[in-house]
């Protein structure tokens, strides 16, 4: 007979143990472990047991070029590698309110009118209120099916019978299976109803993309193995009091994991930026001290974004230390270089460095620009507006190589800029066509006398 057993979940690794623990020894975070009482039964003893399947030599296997289909979105069919691949599983993350569902409602719409079938689901929304949101965005020419339940066997059903090629299901921690007794959006809930749709997914060549709550850490609700299951995994990035929204792609079986989609928030929903440089450098001052633009390669394109820096003299025995879009402890460890190698003092001042346009970037490359935005808030001396910085620092000062720095260089170019600072080890005579004046360093301390000399 079936009984009833207690089982701890950690949320964020899926590490299962029998008692609660205070650390999780998977993942090592602290108070993750959650109590869940599961059915056990004794059917799966009886269960029939499948023919043994032999292993295939891989000079056997053919491959055939996988089709993909287009969403119309040229941003979004960037982050996923060039389109939508028949049986995929797609976790869509993000803050709420950030765009999830925005943008895959816009995606079936424009699916929808190239005659593509599409099913969308809702646990969250009734049928008046998704139609309310897809009259916000556009017009539906053609039709798309709708389905409100959270019921994982009837939603199971409903694709089979369906013909649907693409299939949407907002979100995830709403959707329940009968079999288990916990409560909908647990990691055991989660993770059945993750292995039925992948489940479902493969056997019925369908892509499903999927909405995943995050918490407030910033991951997806419920267990990290969630994000192993599935085939992809973007994430929004952005403030929601900010107009700009980044799609990123943290795994992508089909594709780059280091594109991203840049968006902005309309009236109308979400809408491509084609040149995000010139969106990120839009409304930036000129002749402040402090202010940087440096390049960053995102994906297969460069995009330049202003880095800015403040140095202020502190008022406590410990200065204080604040970033936001670059890793804290780069900027410590930039600091640090600049104290010992070029003989700055900034042990008696706070030090606050921003990317502007809410960006994170987490390009070594820009480390340069980092050093020279501090120098010029606490020298109070402008760089020049025309001047873009490219550089990797390393500890003993030295000004490393950068990827793909003609890319860098050559975008620097078409947004007009006039001089680029870029490592010595990366000069290329081929650079003099592009009409920009290249100026290579090979220290710290060389590259901060050319820029304030």
């Avoid at 020894?25 to 959650?34: A, K, L, M």
């Avoid at 979004?76 to 797609?90: E, Q, T």
Wanted: overall charge neutral; glycine content about 10%.
């Amino acid at each position: 007979m079936a009984k009833e057993k207690q089982i701890f979940y950690c949320k964020e690794c899926g590490y299962e143990s029998a008692k609660w623990l205070g650390q999780c020894p998977g993942c090592r975070s602290w108070n993750t472990f959650v109590e869940e009482r599961i059915t056990v039964g004794a059917s799966k003893h009886t269960s029939i047991k499948k023919d043994a399947v032999a292993p295939t030599s891989i000079l056997r296997v053919t491959t055939a070029d996988e089709s993909r289909i287009k969403t119309g979105i040229t941003e979004l069919d960037r982050v996923l590698g060039g389109g939508i691949v028949k049986g995929s599983l797609v976790l869509v993350g993000g803050d709420p309110g950030i765009g999830k569902s925005t943008i895959l409602l816009q995606m079936c719409r424009n699916l929808v009118h190239s005659g593509t079938e599409i099913l969308y689901i809702s646990g969250e929304e009734s049928l008046s209120q998704i139609k309310m949101r897809a009259e916000r965005i556009g017009t539906f020419e053609k039709d798309m099916m709708l389905l409100c339940d959270n019921d994982m066997d009837n939603i199971g059903t409903a694709i089979q019978k369906s013909n649907a090629a693409v299939v949407v299901i907002d979100s995830i921690q709403t959707m329940v299976v009968d079999e288990i007794s916990s409560a909908p959006g647990t990691v055991t809930q989660v993770r059945e109803v993750t292995a039925r749709l992948m489940q479902l997914a493969k056997q019925q060549e369908v892509a499903i993309f999927i909405v995943g709550h995050v918490t407030k850490e910033g991951t997806v609700a419920g267990p990290r193995t969630l994000e192993h299951m599935v085939d992809s995994v973007l994430y929004f990035e952005g403030d929601r009091n900010n107009g700009f929204r980044i799609l990123r792609g943290v795994k992508n079986r089909f594709g780059s994991t280091n594109e991203i989609g840049v968006f902005t928030m309309t009236e109308k929903g979400l809408e491509e930026v084609d040149n995000p440089s010139l969106v990120m450098l839009n409304g930036r001052p000129q002749g402040v001290s402090g202010s940087v633009v440096v390049s960053s390669i995102e994906g297969t394109r460069p995009i330049l974004v202003e880095l800015q820096a403040l140095v202020s003299q502190t008022n406590f025995n410990m200065p204080r230390r604040t970033s936001v879009g670059v890793d804290y402890n780069r900027v410590n460890l930039i600091m640090a270089v600049m104290e010992k190698r070029a003989g700055l003092n900034l042990w008696g001042f706070d030090a606050y460095v921003n990317i502007a346009g809410g960006m994170r970037i987490s390009d070594p490359a820009i480390d340069l620009g980092i050093a020279c935005a501090i120098a010029s808030s606490m020298k109070n001396i402008p760089i020049s507006d025309e001047t873009m910085i490219i550089g990797e620092i390393g500890l003993a000062g030295e000004i490393r190589g950068a990827t793909n720095i003609m890319q860098r260089v050559k975008e620097a170019a078409k947004m007009g800029f006039s001089r680029c600072v870029i490592p010595k080890s990366n000069y290329d005579k081929n650079m003099k066509e592009l009409g920009i004046e290249i100026v290579c360093v090979a220290s710290l301390v060389e590259a901060l006398e050319v820029i304030f000399n």
